[in-house]
């Protein structure tokens, strides 16, 4: 205890509670608000009476407030009783029931003759349980009763009488706990605690619950101590139940529950107190009577107020806060501002992800590249038993991840079975001269797996010069005399390009089908996240329109672009290079360092010379072309359109501006909660 209740003045006391009052009767107007109902509810100040069924709760109630309530050797307390008591001017004892799904209240009478308000709480219990949907039930927890009581010699204070712990069914138990626990954990809560004096303490159900919840401040109050016998075995079931009990109360009480009335009267007042006598003797822990305990559960109630008044108060303010707060966030906007703050959230989404989408597409297209890079020069049509030419200085360096043919020493006499398809997968020394290629597992192939070769085992995927001669004669029989050095290779240069376009045409399309999968994935995105629900319809328009300008306008013209490229190797009249310099440049190289040139095929290894330059050339032009290209025709091209319809007009799509109902009944529950919350507030007590 501490000292400040010598400055609590009375008035201050009833003041505070009759505000909290007003501030229980206004928090019922949140209605289906019901979580945070109950949350700002548990701020307010009150005692709640607990313990086992039929310990006297009732009893110690009716005692302290003159008031009767029903009770019983069995059930007698169905729901949650609230019993608002104030010391002022008499007036008639007013019954309310409240609560149910909208936690409003359902009916109000006033006691009018004695005995009414016991009748008049029965009748409440029982439409309770009526209304809450069968009448099986024994508790229920959505619904409480409200006494007010007033008279110029109450106490002021709030009592909560709530069902005992009990054995009768399991559901009921289960209602019963949930109901106490919810009351008790409440912060703003002072607990009556009830005790049969005359029974084993640890043996009551309800007990154990209590003394489970230490951290619930408490007044211990003691009932039916007139049955307790002043000998050894009383004493020692009295100092057992201090024991457990008065470490976590403020003091320890025993009344006379068969006292009928408010205990005003001197000869009521003596017969307590000469029925309770002994337990002074027994124990001087145990302060006897109800006038002292009605003076400490005021006292502690008007100490506990001074403490827990202003933090309901800090509580409604700051809830009154973060609803306006949520209010401001969801106000209603109209059409025109939902699509602005759309588009703007649109547009920082592109931005933010396309980074990201560009760096993807940048690897696709070195991909690209490789893979162009992969071609092979084979006879037309290919040889029925391929051949692979020896690499040489004309060659590009190895790549990781290149495919090549190696020749597997000691693999056999038969050539084929010597080679072997893989890839580069490392440079065994760091440098070229040592080459790591990977091959697939065949069947039950020991020389799977990545293995280290010199340089000069590594094959080209080109024909053999020999194959590709023996190819050139084919295609340059019909020459009539002309010898091979006078014909026309044009055109033998002309089948090889194209067969070269027909490779790189399926490399490009696929790169092009990459890139356009990655820009619909920022598309979506950009289209999709963050964007308010009210706008969404708006939104997936959009997206819409794009698609089908993605469709119309960005796929055809990359697969224009592609057939162009194409056209530059299969078109006669395109199958040239601007790069003289370079091509004859190669030409020279290659025919200087064959040493079959001054043979009777010297014209036909000329034509392949002239090819392969030509391929070598046309595969750098064409690998630059094509990345360049797919990045205009589609990334900057979708970008454009991307910008052009996000510039557009927005008025178009108003009309699918919807706001989400759910985000009207979140609004409309916000206002309903301010409301309350300045109406709770109204009552504080300055």
Same mark, same amino acid.
């Given at each position: 205890?501490?000292?400040?209740?010598?400055?609590?003045?009375?008035?201050?006391?009833?003041?505070?509670?009759?505000?909290?009052?007003?501030? =229980?009767?206004?928090?019922?107007?949140?209605?289906?608000?019901?979580?945070?109902?109950?949350?700002?509810?548990?701020? !307010?100040?009150?005692?709640?009476?607990?313990?086992?069924?039929?310990?006297?709760?009732?009893?110690?109630?009716?005692?302290?407030?003159?008031?009767?309530?029903?009770?019983?050797?069995?059930?007698?307390?169905?729901?949650?009783?609230?019993?608002?008591?104030?010391?002022?001017?008499?007036?008639?004892?007013?019954?309310?029931?409240?609560?149910?799904?909208?936690? @409003?209240?359902?009916?109000?009478?006033?006691?009018?003759?004695?005995? +009414?308000?016991?009748?008049?709480?029965?009748?409440?219990?029982?439409?309770?349980?009526?209304?809450?949907?069968?009448?099986?039930?024994?508790?229920?927890?959505?619904?409480?009763?409200?006494?007010?009581?007033?008279?110029?010699?109450?106490?002021?204070?709030?009592?909560?009488?709530?069902?005992?712990?009990?054995?009768?069914?399991?559901?009921?138990?289960?209602?019963?706990?949930?109901?106490?626990?919810?009351?008790?954990?409440?912060?703003?809560?002072?607990?009556?605690?009830?005790?049969?004096?005359?029974?084993?303490?640890?043996?009551?159900?309800?007990?154990?619950?209590?003394?489970?919840?230490?951290?619930?401040?408490?007044?211990?109050?003691?009932?039916?101590?007139?049955?307790? @016998?002043?000998?050894?075995?009383?004493?020692?079931?009295?100092?057992?139940?201090? $024991?457990?009990?008065? @470490?976590?109360?403020?003091?320890?009480?025993?009344?006379?529950?068969?006292?009928?009335?408010?205990?005003?009267?001197? *000869?009521?007042? &003596?017969?307590?107190?000469?029925?309770?006598?002994?337990?002074?003797?027994?124990?001087?822990?145990?302060?006897?009577?109800?006038?002292?305990?009605?003076?400490?559960?005021?006292? %502690?109630? +008007?100490?506990?107020?001074?403490?827990?008044?202003? &933090?309901?108060?800090?509580?409604?303010?700051?809830?009154?806060?973060?609803?306006?707060?949520?209010?401001?966030?969801?106000?209603?906007?109209?059409?025109?501002?939902?699509? %602005?703050?759309?588009?703007?959230?649109?547009?920082?989404?592109?931005? $933010?992800?396309?980074?990201?989408?560009?760096?993807?597409?940048?690897?696709?297209?070195?991909?690209?590249?490789?893979?162009?890079?992969?071609?092979?020069? &084979?006879?037309?049509?290919?040889?029925?038993?391929?051949?692979?030419?020896?690499?040489?200085?004309?060659?590009?360096?190895?790549?990781?991840?290149?495919?090549?043919?190696?020749?597997?020493?000691?693999?056999?006499?038969?050539?084929?079975?010597?080679?072997?398809?893989?890839?580069?997968?490392?440079?065994?020394?760091?440098?070229?001269?040592?080459?790591?290629?990977?091959?697939?597992?065949?069947? /039950?192939? *020991?020389? /799977?797996?990545?293995?280290?070769?010199?340089?000069?085992?590594?094959?080209? #995927?080109? /024909?053999?010069?020999?194959?590709?001669?023996?190819?050139?004669?084919?295609?340059?029989?019909?020459?009539?005399?002309? $010898? !091979?050095?006078?014909?026309?290779?044009?055109?033998?240069?002309?089948?090889?390009?194209?067969?070269?376009?027909?490779?790189?045409?399926?490399?490009?399309?696929?790169?092009?089908?990459?890139?356009?999968? +990655?820009? $619909? &994935?920022?598309?979506?995105?950009?289209?999709?996240?963050?964007?308010?629900? +009210?706008?969404?319809?708006?939104?997936? *328009?959009?997206?819409?329109?794009?698609?089908?300008?993605?469709?119309?306008?960005?796929?055809?013209?990359?697969?224009?672009?592609?057939?162009?490229?194409?056209?530059? #190797?299969?078109?006669?009249?395109?199958?040239?290079?601007?790069?003289?310099?370079?091509?004859?440049?190669?030409?020279?190289?290659?025919?200087?360092?064959?040493?079959?040139?001054?043979?009777?095929?010297?014209?036909? %290894?000329?034509?392949?010379?002239?090819?392969?330059?030509?391929?070598?050339?046309?595969?750098?032009?064409?690998?630059?072309?094509?990345? =360049?290209?797919?990045?205009?025709?589609?990334?900057?091209?979708?970008?454009?359109?991307?910008?052009?319809?996000? =510039?557009?007009?927005?008025?178009?799509?108003?009309?699918?501006?919807?706001?989400?109902?759910?985000?009207?009944?979140? =609004?409309?529950?916000?206002? %309903?909660?301010?409301?309350?919350?300045?109406?709770?507030?109204?009552?504080?007590?300055?």
């Amino acid at each position: 205890m501490t000292g400040s209740l010598d400055i609590v003045p009375e008035g201050a006391t009833k003041q505070m509670l009759d505000s909290v009052d007003k501030m =229980r009767a206004a928090l019922a107007g949140l209605g289906v608000d019901k979580a945070f109902y109950e949350e700002v509810l548990s701020e !307010l100040p009150q005692f709640v009476a607990c313990g086992p069924q039929s310990s006297g709760k009732s009893c110690v109630i009716r005692r302290i407030s003159g008031v009767s309530l029903p009770e019983a050797a069995t059930v007698c307390t169905k729901i949650a009783t609230l019993v608002q008591i104030r010391r002022g001017v008499s007036a008639p004892i007013t019954v309310v029931l409240m609560g149910g799904p909208e936690c @409003k209240e359902i009916s109000s009478r006033d006691a009018t003759e004695e005995g +009414a308000v016991t009748k008049l709480v029965e009748d409440a219990q029982k439409q309770a349980i009526e209304l809450s949907g069968t009448k099986k039930k024994q508790f229920v927890d959505d619904y409480w009763v409200i006494v007010k009581v007033a008279g110029p010699e109450k106490p002021n204070i709030t009592l909560v009488d709530l069902p005992g712990f009990h054995t009768d069914d399991n559901e009921g138990t289960e209602v019963v706990n949930q109901l106490v626990g919810r009351y008790t954990n409440m912060r703003g809560t002072l607990a009556l605690h009830v005790i049969k004096g005359d029974q084993d303490y640890g043996a009551l159900l309800g007990n154990d619950f209590m003394r489970n919840h230490t951290s619930v401040d408490r007044v211990t109050v003691l009932t039916h101590c007139d049955q307790l @016998k002043e000998d050894e075995k009383g004493k020692e079931s009295l100092r057992n139940t201090l $024991n457990k009990t008065d @470490k976590n109360s403020s003091q320890t009480f025993a009344i006379n529950g068969k006292i009928k009335g408010d205990a005003d009267d001197d *000869a009521d007042k &003596k017969q307590e107190l000469d029925s309770l006598d002994h337990l002074h003797r027994m124990d001087t822990r145990v302060e006897v009577g109800i006038d002292a305990l009605r003076k400490h559960i005021e006292d %502690r109630m +008007a100490e506990h107020l001074q403490e827990q008044y202003p &933090k309901a108060i800090d509580k409604l303010r700051a809830s009154l806060a973060e609803t306006c707060s949520r209010l401001e966030e969801i106000q209603e906007k109209c059409p025109a501002d939902e699509l %602005r703050q759309m588009a703007l959230t649109i547009k920082d989404n592109h931005d $933010n992800k396309k980074g990201g989408v560009l760096s993807e597409i940048r690897t696709i297209l070195e991909r690209m590249c490789r893979d162009i890079k992969k071609h092979a020069i &084979k006879p037309l049509p290919a040889a029925k038993v391929d051949t692979f030419r020896p690499r040489d200085e004309h060659d590009e360096a190895l790549e990781l991840g290149q495919p090549v043919v190696v020749v597997v020493e000691g693999a056999g006499a038969d050539d084929s079975k010597a080679l072997r398809h893989g890839k580069v997968v490392g440079f065994s020394d760091g440098s070229s001269t040592e080459v790591l290629c990977e091959f697939p597992k065949v069947d /039950s192939d *020991a020389e /799977s797996g990545a293995r280290s070769f010199p340089q000069k085992s590594v094959m080209s #995927n080109d /024909s053999l010069p020999a194959t590709m001669v023996e190819d050139i004669l084919r295609l340059a029989n019909d020459r009539g005399l002309r $010898n !091979l050095v006078h014909v026309d290779r044009q055109p033998i240069i002309a089948l090889y390009a194209s067969q070269f376009a027909e490779h790189y045409s399926v490399v490009v399309a696929g790169a092009k089908a990459e890139i356009t999968t +990655a820009m $619909n &994935k920022l598309y979506d995105y950009a289209f999709g996240a963050n964007v308010a629900e +009210a706008a969404m319809p708006a939104a997936a *328009a959009l997206r819409r329109e794009l698609a089908q300008t993605m469709l119309a306008v960005v796929d055809k013209g990359a697969d224009a672009s592609i057939r162009s490229m194409v056209d530059y #190797n299969s078109a006669p009249d395109l199958i040239f290079t601007p790069n003289i310099h370079y091509l004859n440049e190669l030409i020279k190289r290659m025919v200087e360092d064959d040493k079959d040139m001054a043979t009777d095929h010297g014209g036909a %290894r000329h034509i392949y010379h002239n090819v392969r330059a030509f391929i070598k050339v046309q595969v750098k032009f064409i690998s630059e072309l094509a990345g =360049r290209e797919l990045t205009r025709a589609i990334v900057i091209q979708a970008d454009a359109e991307f910008q052009a319809l996000l =510039r557009r007009s927005l008025a178009r799509y108003e009309k699918l501006v919807k706001e989400p109902q759910k985000v009207k009944r979140e =609004r409309d529950s916000l206002e %309903r909660r301010k409301r309350v919350l300045n109406e709770c507030l109204l009552a504080e007590v300055k």
